[in-house]
């Protein structure tokens, strides 16, 4: 989103008095179940510092439902929405006339969401008379590395979230390939799934993850949809299915019997997003020369199993892995 906010000595803008080495930008997001404000200051040389970032979460509010209300979600964020900004500038220490310009989630996401962070923004753009950045939601995991890591274009992208499984080639800021996608549910959904269905809470993945801690990760054999298959697509209906099919079966569950479940769940999907990681690692190699970086972003990169077959699929493939902090590459609350 930084390229597209203009520098101050550009010729074209109007000249004004504010500072001529670097941009503010005021960042919002609200495409889920979390309200997020942020002031970050971007120097000429392409250096970001981030000076607040706040983030109000939705889970009290939507775990009796076990999953995200999408009208409950709405409403809170329309009740947090100005105190969240009004909290990010203060704390940034800068005044809303430093700013240089806004950026919100303009989608995908729930759409009550998306629509309420992005008119505040506009709102706010309009009364400072400064520009108004649309940020695609995806696009913003897909940069996140690049707020914190030497983490130069062309690299490949693992995205695992709530909503979406992709693998892109990311080139440059606003030029993506996508080399494979879910066919189906997203890794992250397939976690709160599971974890709706053995009753362990919400959010999901964390539930799962602790859950798995005590469990036997070879316990159940479980599908693995498209492994070995010369693509980097996903699927993950059929694994869902399965661990509820599995879980029914047990009946009167222990909690021996949950923890493997979850284990053998969770090194399940560890095994497909290697999988097919692996082969997207190849087609980025035939088109790209190295040296490889690997970008993991989005909730589900939270999962230190994922992340350590991650590091070893690297190691083999000559990829240096590149997972952002995790405050900054999911949406939720660290
Ligand atoms: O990127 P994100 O914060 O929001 C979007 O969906 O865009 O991702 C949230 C997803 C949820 O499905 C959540 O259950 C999953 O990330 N997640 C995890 C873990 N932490 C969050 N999945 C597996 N293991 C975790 N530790
Ligand atoms: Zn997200």
Same mark, same amino acid.
């Given at each position: 989103m930084y390229g597209q906010v203009m520098l101050a000595e550009d010729k074209n803008k109007p000249q004004d008095n504010k500072p001529k080495d670097y941009v503010l930008v005021l960042g919002v997001e609200s495409s889920c179940d979390e309200t997020a404000a942020s002031v970050v200051r971007r120097t000429q040389d392409g250096k970001v510092s981030v000076l607040s970032s706040l983030v109000a979460s939705q889970d009290e509010i939507h775990t009796p439902y076990g999953g995200v209300v999408p009208e409950l979600a709405a409403r809170a964020h329309m009740q947090k929405i100005e105190s969240m900004m009004a909290q990010a500038?203060?704390? +940034? !220490?800068?005044?809303?006339?430093? #700013?240089?310009?806004?950026?919100?989630?303009?989608?995908?996401? *729930?759409?009550?969401? %998306?629509?309420t962070g992005l008119m505040a923004a506009k709102g706010l753009s309009v009364s400072l008379s400064i520009p108004l950045i649309a940020v695609n939601h995806?696009?913003?995991?897909?940069?996140?590395?690049?707020?914190?890591?030497?983490?130069?274009?062309?690299?490949?992208?693992?995205?695992? +979230? !709530?909503?979406?499984?992709?693998? #892109?080639?990311?080139?440059?800021?606003?030029?993506?390939?996508? *080399?494979?996608s879910t %066919?189906?549910?997203?890794a992250g959904e397939t976690f709160d799934k599971t974890a709706k269905i053995m009753g362990l809470g919400f959010p999901g993945g964390p539930a799962v993850e602790k859950m798995a801690r005590k469990g036997d990760p070879n316990a159940v054999k479980l599908?693995?949809?498209?492994?070995?298959?010369?693509?980097?697509?996903?699927?993950?209906?059929?694994?869902?299915?399965?661990?509820?099919?599995?879980?029914?079966?047990?009946?009167?569950?222990?909690?021996?019997?949950k923890a493997n479940?979850?284990?053998?769940?969770?090194?399940?999907?560890?095994?497909?997003?290697?999988d097919r990681t692996k082969y997207a690692m190849d087609m980025f190699k035939r088109s790209n020369k190295g040296p490889y970086r690997f970008v993991v972003a989005g909730g589900v990169a939270a999962n230190a199993s994922i992340r350590s077959g991650l590091e070893n699929l690297c190691a083999d493939k000559g990829f240096t892995l590149i997972a952002p902090p995790l405050k900054y590459c999911g949406d939720m609350v660290p």
């Amino acid at each position: 989103m930084y390229g597209q906010v203009m520098l101050a000595e550009d010729k074209n803008k109007p000249q004004d008095n504010k500072p001529k080495d670097y941009v503010l930008v005021l960042g919002v997001e609200s495409s889920c179940d979390e309200t997020a404000a942020s002031v970050v200051r971007r120097t000429q040389d392409g250096k970001v510092s981030v000076l607040s970032s706040l983030v109000a979460s939705q889970d009290e509010i939507h775990t009796p439902y076990g999953g995200v209300v999408p009208e409950l979600a709405a409403r809170a964020h329309m009740q947090k929405i100005e105190s969240m900004m009004a909290q990010a500038v203060k704390q +940034s !220490g800068i005044k809303w006339t430093n #700013l240089h310009a806004i950026a919100a989630t303009s989608g995908p996401g *729930l759409i009550g969401g %998306v629509i309420t962070g992005l008119m505040a923004a506009k709102g706010l753009s309009v009364s400072l008379s400064i520009p108004l950045i649309a940020v695609n939601h995806l696009e913003g995991h897909a940069l996140s590395p690049r707020l914190t890591d030497d983490c130069p274009f062309p690299y490949l992208l693992l995205l695992v +979230s !709530g909503g979406h499984t992709q693998l #892109l080639s990311v080139k440059g800021v606003g030029e993506f390939t996508r *080399l494979g996608s879910t %066919v189906d549910d997203a890794a992250g959904e397939t976690f709160d799934k599971t974890a709706k269905i053995m009753g362990l809470g919400f959010p999901g993945g964390p539930a799962v993850e602790k859950m798995a801690r005590k469990g036997d990760p070879n316990a159940v054999k479980l599908p693995r949809p498209f492994f070995g298959k010369p693509h980097a697509d996903f699927s993950f209906s059929g694994l869902k299915t399965a661990t509820m099919r599995a879980f029914e079966s047990l009946g009167t569950t222990s909690n021996k019997d949950k923890a493997n479940l979850a284990a053998s769940f969770q090194k399940t999907v560890c095994d497909i997003l290697c999988d097919r990681t692996k082969y997207a690692m190849d087609m980025f190699k035939r088109s790209n020369k190295g040296p490889y970086r690997f970008v993991v972003a989005g909730g589900v990169a939270a999962n230190a199993s994922i992340r350590s077959g991650l590091e070893n699929l690297c190691a083999d493939k000559g990829f240096t892995l590149i997972a952002p902090p995790l405050k900054y590459c999911g949406d939720m609350v660290p």
